[in-house]
């Protein structure tokens, strides 16, 4: 199992998804002061009170990390691991559309003049998602590669 390439990096996707979660993926400014902590299941306002209009984000991010967990462990399935690769690519992409939406909503909603500035955290989706399209690629060309040899043999 951990001979393939897409093993690792199906494991590396699942700890930056993990790592996206429990950290802290943007705030809010006003004039280069942060005024609210964005994370993925709440953010905190100037007073201290924590919200959660923002668990969209989490409720996408969670199943995915989840998703790819699974998906290490199916290896004997390339068929279904290559689905599932896509589909956590689909739904990083979703995360995003989601994090863009929630950030408008709540700045437009809670501060007029405040600034949405993502942090670096923001990123790891984006690199989760490079390395699950890589493991889906390397999975279909296992896939393949068995393929013909089995072909060889008949």
């Known amino acids: 199992m951990w001979q393939r390439k897409q093993t690792i990096f199906l494991v590396v996707a699942v700890i930056l998804t993990v790592v996206t979660l429990s950290m802290q993926i943007g705030s809010f400014q006003t004039a280069g002061v942060s005024v609210a902590k964005v994370f993925n ?3 905190t306002d100037p007073l201290g009170k924590h919200h959660f209009d923002v668990w969209p984000l989490f409720a ?3 199943p995915t990390a989840a998703l790819g967990s699974y998906t290490i462990f199916i290896y004997h399935n390339r068929k279904a691991q290559a689905l599932f ?4 690519a689909l739904l990083i992409v979703g995360w995003y559309v ?3 939406v929630v950030s408008q909503m709540v700045s437009d909603k809670s501060w007029g003049a405040a600034d949405f500035k993502p942090m670096w955290p923001a990123v790891l989706p984006a690199v989760a998602l490079i390395l699950y399209l890589m493991a889906r690629r390397a999975i279909l060309a296992d896939e393949k ?3 013909s040899l089995d072909r060889i043999r008949d």
């Open 41 to 43: 299941l709440w953010f």
């Open 60 to 62: 996408i991010l969670l």
């Open 85 to 88: 690769c896509a589909l956590n």
């Open 98 to 100: 989601c994090f863009f």
């Open 145 to 147: 590669l068995v393929r």
